[in-house]
């Protein structure tokens, strides 16, 4: 192996993940490099893949090791939590990333992406002391701490509470506006009010979601991501050096994310709905939207994806328990040991339409090709697997007070859309 790579491991393995693996062979990082390696080739974003089996994450690996691309691998806590539906969980996801790089020979650096982790109350938020420590102790090297469900002031107040608990050398993301496709978008007043807040008290993201038109799952709307907004709550938060990360890629065209890419400072795309339908071998369009057929049901391909007599038990559990569209999610967890059951072609085949749909959209769309080296030279040139803050404080402590937070957020004009359940 090249001696960069190896001083790499020697130096950029965070330490939760040299405790747990000591032996490895994995270039398991901090969010933090994958998003300074985009920023260094600019115009950039990986995948940060969904890992919501066993087959995307291993598909995902060979993808990205192909492209020569850092990777970001993650799920969210609707998917992976206390109350998940996937197997793949918070607490077993860097084994299985660690296993996989280690069985596959991949060199490219990959962090570890808690995603969604939700904040819906005071409760969630007792929960988390604990919890978020938890995630760290079992691999996990970037967080996304998810308070936009709350009102921007117990958002902003939420996540100051919080992200205390995060090591200062993990990635953290935060979120503005549930992702509610075209309904309650994202302004940059509120964008502006939770990075300020959170700048004043020290805390610097690497990453912001925002509501800015993508839907989670399968999409029934062409309106999709609104670049041109994008782009200017991202230009209006420049002095905090946030970068974007996209949420709900799967429903939009390779055209609209070249734009997301080209015109915005997006590093990180989730992409997760597209991976589990191209594993299972459901036709999806060039962008990886399952194509329905005329009674509403997916098509699945004969030859692509999991064995036709596994579709059938599949589709007739789901009706049996009344599981339509965008809920076949649900059928992860019943159905990822059926999956690794099936005969070794199969299993390779489900593997294989991942990595071609992975390395397909990091070379031809995100613009990734070539980022590994990046992060690997970011992390040398510290010395160090925590390459720290990128912004400095700016904003004055003493203006956001618990007392001022709440009223500056009385100020905010903004429309948040229909109240509902809007997990991933």
Same mark, same amino acid.
């Given at each position: 192996?090249?001696?960069?790579?190896?001083?790499?491991?020697?130096?950029?393995?965070?330490?939760?993940?040299?405790?747990?693996?000591?032996? %490895?062979?994995?270039?398991?990082? %901090?969010?933090?490099?994958?998003?300074?390696?985009?920023?260094?080739?600019? $115009?950039?974003? #990986?995948? &940060?893949?969904?890992?919501?089996?066993?087959?995307?994450?291993?598909?995902?690996?060979?993808?990205? *090791?192909?492209?020569?691309?850092?990777?970001?691998?993650?799920?969210?806590?609707?998917?992976?939590?206390?109350?998940?539906?996937?197997?793949?969980?918070?607490?077993?996801? @860097?084994?299985? +990333?660690?296993?996989?790089?280690?069985?596959?020979?991949?060199?490219?650096?990959?962090?570890?992406? &808690?995603?969604?982790?939700?904040?819906?109350?005071? @409760?969630?938020?007792?929960?988390?002391?604990?919890?978020?420590?938890?995630?760290?102790?079992?691999?996990?090297?970037?967080?996304?701490?998810?308070?936009?469900?709350?009102?921007?002031?117990?958002?902003?107040?939420?996540?100051?509470?919080?992200?205390?608990?995060?090591?200062?050398?993990?990635?953290? =993301?935060?979120?503005?506006? =549930?992702?509610?496709?075209?309904?309650?978008?994202?302004?940059?007043?509120?964008?502006?009010?939770?990075?300020?807040?959170?700048?004043?008290?020290?805390?610097?993201?690497?990453?912001?979601?925002?509501?800015?038109?993508?839907?989670?799952?399968?999409?029934?709307?062409?309106?999709?991501?609104? +670049?041109?907004?994008?782009?200017?709550?991202? !230009?209006?938060?420049?002095?905090? /050096?946030?970068?974007?990360? *996209?949420?709900?890629?799967?429903?939009?065209?390779? =055209?609209?994310?070249? &734009?997301?890419?080209?015109? #915005?400072?997006?590093?990180?795309?989730?992409?997760? #709905?597209?991976?589990?339908?191209?594993?299972?071998?459901?036709? +999806?369009?060039?962008?990886?939207?399952?194509?329905?057929?005329?009674?509403?049901?997916? +098509?699945?391909?004969?030859? /692509?994806?999991?064995?036709?007599?596994?579709?059938? !038990?599949?589709?007739?559990?789901?009706?049996?328990?009344?599981?339509?569209?965008?809920?076949?999610? $649900?059928?992860?967890?019943?159905?990822?040991?059926?999956?690794?059951?099936?005969?070794?072609?199969?299993?390779?085949?489900?593997?294989?339409?991942?990595?071609?749909?992975?390395?397909?959209?990091?070379?031809?769309?995100?613009?990734?090709?070539? #980022? @590994?080296?990046?992060?690997?030279? @970011?992390?040398?040139?510290?010395?160090?697997?925590?390459?720290?803050?990128?912004?400095?404080?700016?904003?004055?402590?003493?203006?956001?007070?618990?007392?001022?937070?709440?009223?500056?957020?009385?100020?905010?004009? %903004?429309?948040?859309?229909?109240?509902?359940?809007?997990?991933?």
């Amino acid at each position: 192996m090249p001696f960069d790579f190896q001083r790499a491991l020697e130096v950029g393995r965070p330490p939760n993940i040299t405790r747990l693996f000591p032996n %490895s062979q994995a270039l398991i990082v %901090s969010g933090k490099a994958i998003d300074r390696a985009m920023l260094a080739k600019g $115009k950039a974003l #990986t995948m &940060a893949a969904n890992g919501r089996s066993y087959f995307a994450i291993r598909g995902a690996l060979l993808a990205a *090791q192909k492209a020569n691309a850092a990777l970001i691998v993650e799920i969210a806590k609707s998917e992976g939590g206390a109350n998940a539906y996937c197997a793949v969980s918070y607490w077993n996801m @860097a084994r299985h +990333v660690d296993a996989l790089c280690n069985e596959l020979g991949i060199t490219v650096p990959v962090a570890i992406h &808690a995603d969604h982790y939700g904040i819906k109350g005071p @409760a969630d938020v007792e929960r988390a002391k604990t919890e978020i420590p938890s995630m760290f102790d079992a691999g996990i090297t970037s967080i996304a701490i998810d308070a936009s469900h709350l009102p921007d002031d117990e958002n902003l107040l939420s996540s100051l509470a919080l992200m205390p608990l995060v090591p200062g050398w993990a990635c953290i =993301e935060t979120e503005v506006g =549930e992702i509610k496709g075209d309904a309650g978008l994202s302004t940059e007043e509120e964008a502006l009010f939770l990075i300020q807040g959170l700048n004043a008290h020290g805390i610097s993201p690497d990453w912001i979601a925002l509501n800015n038109g993508s839907a989670h799952g399968i999409q029934a709307s062409s309106q999709g991501i609104q +670049v041109e907004l994008t782009a200017a709550i991202h !230009e209006a938060l420049a002095p905090y /050096r946030v970068s974007g990360a *996209q949420h709900g890629t799967s429903g939009n065209s390779s =055209e609209r994310l070249r &734009a997301v890419a080209d015109k #915005t400072r997006t590093t990180k795309a989730n992409v997760a #709905t597209a991976l589990q339908m191209v594993s299972w071998g459901v036709q +999806v369009n060039d962008y990886g939207n399952a194509v329905l057929d005329d009674a509403g049901n997916f +098509v699945k391909v004969p030859g /692509r994806g999991m064995s036709e007599e596994l579709w059938e !038990e599949l589709a007739a559990y789901a009706d049996a328990n009344g599981i339509k569209g965008g809920n076949y999610k $649900k059928l992860n967890l019943p159905f990822e040991n059926k999956f690794l059951g099936q005969a070794k072609e199969v299993r390779d085949r489900m593997t294989g339409e991942v990595r071609d749909f992975v390395y397909r959209m990091l070379t031809e769309v995100f613009n990734a090709t070539d #980022t @590994a080296p990046l992060a690997i030279e @970011a992390l040398l040139e510290a010395g160090s697997h925590d390459l720290g803050p990128k912004a400095t404080r700016i904003e004055d402590p003493n203006e956001w007070t618990e007392a001022k937070i709440r009223d500056k957020a009385a100020l905010i004009c %903004s429309d948040k859309g229909p109240e509902g359940d809007w997990d991933d």
